[in-house]
């Protein structure tokens, strides 16, 4: 990697100052649209001011609501095969719902969606900050643009943006009446309509109203599973939840989906400018598509297996004796919850008691025998206003005032069998309160431009998780309460002293507050049956439970014997500085060289996820980037190419990893990390009509210290290979990522069009995982999308018939090795489709 990061910087300046293709980076204006005097520009807001792309020294890649259409980029997520150095994946391990945003820019990001982990790649909704994954992967209706930042974001958008940022800007209504919708129907009976309305209301006053509705069944097919007796004789919904839906039979991977927005501008041409919006969406899902990949013999799968099977010497990795598992698997010992209920305790092999094994296991990616619960359902909504006052000719004053709320329910069956061995389900609820001022100026016969801005943004909510292993053998109820208040204070400035040159210094100094509640304990009373059934003498009897017998299990609350955390909240503060510090060069009006240096840090907080008894849960603390960049960016030949380019190397310093520990997910800050790469973006228009975008992304991205006490050995074996050391590279970091895209634009003789465009993206293979378990792993990847349109000769309709992964290329998308609780599973890509959409616009 060395030498080829090295060439790439040597080559990167010369190769876009004099046109030439052979390297260059991403922030071309990819999917700009192309006018006759060659490609157009695209205004972005990256630096809280209106620019052109071209003009910002920043790694962008931009795309226009067009470009997003014809590409079919539904969502927040579809970004992913077009941006180079950007994984995006609808979904992360056991949430249930493809509205959970995993994003990793440049190697950083994150891909969980509790409460308390923030993102690493910050999702903003008109200069709003979106502080949950869950919810983050928007559906992209009534859509202006969106902007992919890369790389630390601290000094201009603040916490959480250590990777990066996502901007969506959404549609301003115009002074004149508009509609512009469309109709889409495709595979597995998908029915979409989606439209905006710009209504005038008033002289100076508009408003807009949009809605998306979208409807379709599930990919992965659930089947009866056809062998054994009666063995399922307590009901799935004998077990704590968080509500039940959508058991048995049917599909995963569908939705139901709608959602709108109303937005009113008022700007009476002076100095004053008013928008008010508000959002509404509902989104009912089954739950993301779950395949079961391997199950494992080992502790809570041992220990079932063991009472099953009737062996008397153990099974796997399970205790040692059916009485042992009889003694803990009894009915309503502890709790009115049932636990380890149908075991054949009596030792016939007669029962028809089914062992938790491979058997279920199916030979077809797209069928599951799970049976339990099947449903994500969520509600967001929120309210924005933006004012904008014209000081003056060289400065404004900006206010953004938001509040937003969320609340969601989910449940999964992921076992994939017809027991109950695996199910979670999840409730949250959160809301939001944000305010942002910002000064914006310049000076010096707009030589100097500024900004100055102050931040506030509160966050409430609670978490709680409901988890049953090995036929409710252990049964987590998981209650939690994560408060924040974050207060910031930033600018920059840009300043060019000549033609030639510009440089820019800007930071953020952030104060952050943070207090979590975690009440987790077993419903089941696991520990206090284990401590019996060994002989422990001050557990002899458990019902009810003595506190000799809750302090011997370890257990610190009296009263409260089955929680493990004391009561009362936990609190953390955190500071941090953010700088950046660039230069320009301007050879000429077409071309600019920059460099760049910048940090920004991701939140810490606590594990909020079952593990042992303790008397705190345990925290871990913020993570921190310091960025090198040095980019191009250019527009040549009478603007018929643009040519961007950067390299860049990040110190990536005590990292957040998710470990298995046992049967939680636990986060530790596990060491640092050095990623080295390159991106290059370019749009072509050589002719009328027809234009090329490109894109290659290279990353090197791996740990340079991993603390012991964090360190998976790698190891081949009955877990396959896998390691987190020293050496081994990131999660979601694949090292090539390649994209081209032709569109051909042919006018026909009654004055209409026909625009053929296609699609395809190369990525290497990645981890799913941090300790890239081989069955988790998604191998090399080769996605191709193609769509035909007609369109008629005013441009008021068209017509498309298109298609997605053409080559129906199947990869795992997410998942998770759950050693203790017996199994490995994960989501696959959605299969080849089609669609055919009337769109209009008058």
């Known amino acids: 990697m060395k030498g080829v990061w090295f060439s790439a910087a040597a080559i990167l300046p010369f190769a876009v100052m004099s046109g030439s293709p052979a390297l260059a980076q991403g922030q071309a204006a990819e999917g700009a649209d192309t006018d006759a005097g060659g490609i157009a520009e695209i205004v972005v807001t990256a630096q809280k001011r209106a620019e052109n792309v071209q003009d910002v020294p920043i790694a962008i890649s931009a795309f226009t609501s067009d470009a997003l259409q014809e590409r079919a980029v539904a969502s927040v997520a579809a970004l992913s095969n077009i941006a180079p150095n950007v994984t995006l994946d609808a979904g992360t391990p056991f949430s249930g719902s493809s509205a959970v945003l995993s994003a990793f820019i440049r190697g950083i990001g994150a891909n969980d969606f509790a409460?308390?982990?923030?993102?690493?790649?910050?999702?903003?909704?008109?200069?709003?900050?979106?502080?949950?994954?869950?919810?983050?992967?928007?559906?992209?209706?009534?859509?202006?643009?969106?902007?992919?930042?890369?790389?630390?974001?601290?000094?201009?958008?603040?916490?959480?943006?250590?990777?990066?940022?996502?901007?969506?800007?959404?549609?301003?209504?115009?002074?004149?009446?508009?509609?512009?919708?469309?109709?889409?129907?495709?595979?597995?009976?998908?029915?979409?309509?989606?439209?905006?309305?710009?209504?005038?209301?008033?002289?100076?006053?508009?408003?807009?109203?949009?809605?998306?509705?979208?409807?379709?069944?599930?990919?992965?097919?659930?089947?009866?599973?056809?062998?054994?007796?009666?063995?399922?004789?307590?009901?799935?919904t004998a077990y704590k939840a968080a509500g039940y839906g959508n058991i048995g039979p049917g599909t995963e991977g569908g939705d139901d989906n709608w959602s709108s927005r109303v937005k009113l501008v008022y700007d009476p041409g002076g100095s004053v400018r008013f928008t008010l919006s508000g959002d509404y969406s509902k989104i009912h899902q089954s739950q993301i598509a779950n395949k079961l990949?391997?199950?494992?013999?080992?502790?809570?799968?041992?220990?079932?297996?063991?009472?099953?099977?009737?062996?008397?010497?153990?099974?796997?990795?399970?205790?040692?004796?059916?009485?042992?598992?009889?003694?803990?698997?009894?009915?309503?010992?502890?709790?009115?919850?049932?636990?380890?209920?149908?075991?054949?305790?009596?030792?016939?092999?007669?029962?028809?008691?089914?062992?938790?094994?491979?058997?279920?296991?199916?030979?077809?990616?797209?069928?599951?025998?799970?049976?339990?619960?099947?449903f994500s359902n969520m509600r967001t909504y929120g309210v924005a206003g933006t004012a904008t006052f014209d000081l003056n000719d060289d400065v404004q004053l900006k206010s953004i005032t938001a509040y937003r709320e969320l609340h969601w329910v989910s449940a999964m069956d992921l076992d994939g069998s017809p027991l109950n061995f695996l199910h979670t389900s999840f409730e949250m609820n959160q809301w939001q309160f944000s305010q942002e001022f910002q000064l914006l100026g310049s000076a010096l016969d707009k030589r100097l431009n500024y900004v100055l801005g102050a931040y506030y943004f509160k966050e409430a909510g609670d978490l709680h998780d409901y988890v049953t292993f090995a036929q409710g053998l252990l049964q987590v109820d998981g209650p939690n309460d994560l408060k924040t208040e974050n207060y910031a204070v930033f600018g920059q400035i840009d300043f060019r002293p000549v033609d030639q040159f510009g440089i820019t210094i800007g930071g953020r100094y952030t104060h952050e507050n943070k207090a979590f509640e975690g009440a987790q304990g077993d419903a089941n009373g696991l520990t206090y049956k284990i401590l019996q059934q060994f002989g422990v003498p001050e557990c002899a009897v458990i019902v009810p439970i003595s506190d000799e017998c809750r302090v011997a299990a370890g257990y610190f609350v009296p009263g409260q014997p089955l929680r493990y955390y004391i009561a009362g909240m936990q609190h953390k503060k955190f500071n941090n500085f953010s700088p950046k510090v660039g230069v320009q060069y301007h050879p000429n009006d077409d071309v600019m060289l920059y460099a760049s240096w910048s940090k920004g840090y991701k939140t810490g907080g606590?594990?909020?996820?079952?593990?042992?008894?303790?008397?705190?849960?345990?925290?871990?603390?913020?993570?921190?980037?310091?960025?090198?960049?040095?980019?191009?960016?250019?527009?040549?030949?009478?603007?018929?190419?643009?040519?961007?380019?950067?390299?860049?190397?990040?110190?990536?310093?005590?990292?957040?990893?998710?470990?298995?520990?046992?049967?939680?997910?636990?986060?530790?800050?596990?060491?640092?990390?050095?990623?080295?790469?390159?991106?290059?973006?370019?749009?072509?228009?050589?002719?009328?009509?027809?234009?090329?975008?490109?894109?290659?992304?290279?990353?090197?991205?791996?740990?340079?210290?991993?603390?012991?006490?964090?360190?998976?050995?790698?190891?081949?074996?009955?877990?396959?290979?896998?390691?987190?050391?020293?050496?081994?590279?990131?999660?979601?970091?694949?090292?090539?990522k390649f994209n081209i895209s032709p569109r051909l634009e042919v006018p026909l003789g009654n004055g209409g069009k026909i625009i053929a465009l296609a699609d395809y993206t190369h990525s290497s293979k990645l981890k799913n995982d941090t300790e890239g378990y081989f069955l988790l792993m998604r191998g090399a990847t080769d996605i191709v999308n193609a769509s035909l349109t007609y369109r008629e000769p005013n441009g008021r309709w068209d017509v498309t018939v298109g298609g997605t992964n053409l080559t129906d290329e199947r990869y795992l998308v997410t998942g998770q090795a759950q050693f203790a609780g017996g199994q490995a599973y994960g989501t696959y890509s959605r299969p080849a489709e089609w669609y055919a959409r009337l769109s209009v616009d008058f």
Not at 145 to 153: A, S
Not at 305 to 334: K, R
Not at 694 to 712: I, K, N, P, W
């Open 293 to 374: 990949i391997k199950t494992f013999p080992f502790v809570f799968a041992g220990t079932y297996n063991c009472a099953i099977m009737g062996e008397t010497d153990g099974c796997g990795d399970g205790p040692p004796s059916v009485a042992f598992a009889g003694g803990i698997g009894g009915l309503h010992t502890i709790t009115d919850l049932p636990g380890l209920f149908g075991v054949n305790v009596d030792a016939d092999p007669t029962n028809d008691r089914l062992p938790y094994d491979d058997r279920f296991v199916t030979d077809d990616i797209d069928t599951s025998y799970a049976n339990g619960n099947n």
């Open 115 to 236: 409460f308390n982990i923030d993102p690493g790649v910050g999702v903003y909704l008109d200069g709003v900050y979106l502080a949950r994954s869950v919810g983050a992967n928007q559906e992209l209706a009534d859509v202006e643009r969106i902007e992919v930042l890369k790389g630390p974001q601290g000094t201009l958008f603040g916490r959480n943006t250590i990777g990066g940022a996502i901007s969506i800007v959404t549609h301003d209504p115009g002074d004149e009446f508009r509609f512009k919708g469309d109709v889409t129907t495709g595979s597995f009976g998908l029915l979409q309509a989606r439209g905006t309305a710009d209504i005038p209301l008033a002289d100076g006053l508009s408003s807009s109203v949009a809605f998306s509705i979208r409807n379709r069944r599930g990919y992965l097919k659930r089947l009866q599973y056809q062998g054994g007796g009666d063995y399922n004789v307590e009901p799935i």
């Open 606 to 736: 606590w594990t909020t996820r079952l593990s042992n008894p303790l008397d705190f849960a345990p925290g871990f603390d913020e993570e921190k980037a310091t960025t090198w960049e040095l980019g191009a960016k250019s527009t040549l030949l009478d603007r018929r190419l643009q040519l961007n380019g950067a390299l860049f190397q990040t110190n990536y310093k005590g990292i957040q990893l998710n470990f298995q520990q046992g049967v939680s997910p636990v986060i530790q800050n596990a060491g640092d990390a050095r990623i080295r790469g390159f991106e290059v973006e370019m749009v072509a228009a050589p002719v009328d009509g027809f234009t090329i975008n490109g894109s290659v992304g290279y990353l090197d991205a791996y740990y340079t210290r991993v603390d012991a006490g964090a360190q998976v050995a790698p190891a081949t074996g009955v877990f396959g290979a896998y390691g987190v050391v020293p050496g081994a590279t990131l999660p979601k970091t694949p090292k090539w």
